[in-house]
Structure formats: structure tokens, C-alpha cells
């Protein structure tokens, strides 16, 4: 099954953050394979304190033979292992943030996992680097690529600044 995954990191080493979630998929999700890896952005906070620092964001595709509920099991347990606390108020800084943005065409809607993500058509930081790696993409429940709904979006949210283009290869 493949799968859209949203990282981001506010805390510590961003990228550091961001490199040993993927290893951690990699170690943890039956069938795992890195099909392809969004740039790095900075961003800034949405919807966050205003003292907040600001995200590393990008995003991967992967495939693994896990199901979304057991993706989303060890999705969990890599953020606990990589120091976010399981209990946190919505939206603090965290050292790590995975969320499942897709997972082929399912579509859910359980209280645990929502599938595709109910808001990342809603988010620069999530479609800027999905376009970038899946550029025709249409998502469950949506009538146009990621690439128009990205032109479409209205958005307050700053320009995203390039970080690297390369940074799950280094």
C-alpha cells in the first residue's frame, strides 16, 4: 500500500528529527520502501503560540504492507521514541509531527485516523511538497490534482524557504 506522510519538527535538530523518523519506518514497517522525498521547507507556525520556533516540513511517499491503523500505531510510537510526549497540547512545538495524509484510495473516518488528512488541502506547508513529488495527484474524495488545489489555495501562510532538496538522501 502506498502512503502519503507529512514530517515536520519545530525542537532541537530539525533535520536530525526528521532523518531518524524515516529510519525508524524504515526498521519498524513490514515491505517498507522510500518511493520518493519531498524538499525540506522552513515554515512558519500555523496555528501555533506566536513564540513558536519555525517547522521543518517535508513530505515522503512510502510503500509498506501495513494497513493505516498500523501505520498509524507505529507512526506514534517513532514521535514517543523521538521525545514527543503522547500527552501535548494541540499544536505545541514538538521535536517530531507524522501525520498519514493518504494511503492509496482508502477513505476513513474513524475517531484514531482520517483518511485522506481532513486538512491538508488547507495547508501550503502539506501541498507544496506533495506537489513536488506527486504532482498529478488526485486524493480520495477530490476532483482536482494537488497542484490545482495548491494554485487554488488561499492561504495567509509565508512563503515556505528551501532548506534542501536532497535531505533524506544525505
Not at 517547522?55 to 501495513?66: K, L, P, Q
Not at 494554485?151 to 533524506?168: C, F, G, V
Amino acid at each position: 500500500m502506498r502512503y502519503g506522510i507529512a514530517l515536520g519538527s519545530n525542537l532541537g535538530d530539525r533535520l536530525a528529527h526528521l532523518r531518524n523518523a524515516i529510519t525508524a519506518m524504515r526498521q519498524c514497517l513490514p515491505g517498507f520502501r522510500l518511493v520518493a522525498a519531498a524538499p525540506m521547507y522552513e515554515t512558519e507556525p500555523v496555528d501555533c503560540a506566536g513564540d513558536a520556533p519555525a517547522f521543518y516540513n517535508s513530505v515522503i511517499e512510502i510503500e509498506t504492507r501495513a494497513m493505516p491503523p498500523e501505520v498509524l500505531k507505529h507512526l506514534r510510537v517513532i514521535e514517543m521514541n523521538l521525545g514527543r510526549p503522547n500527552a501535548h497540547l494541540h499544536h505545541a512545538p514538538r521535536t517530531i509531527d507524522l501525520d498519514i495524509l493518504y494511503a492509496d484510495d482508502v477513505v476513513l473516518d474513524h475517531p484514531d485516523l482520517i483518511l485522506p488528512h481532513p486538512r491538508m488541502t488547507e495547508r501550503r506547508f502539506v501541498l507544496q511538497p506533495l506537489v513536488d513529488i506527486r504532482l498529478d495527484l488526485i486524493l480520495p474524495l477530490q476532483s482536482k490534482t494537488v497542484s490545482q488545489l495548491l494554485h487554488d489555495l488561499e492561504s495567509n501562510e509565508p512563503p515556505l524557504r528551501l532548506i534542501s532538496k536532497h535531505w533524506a538522501e544525505d
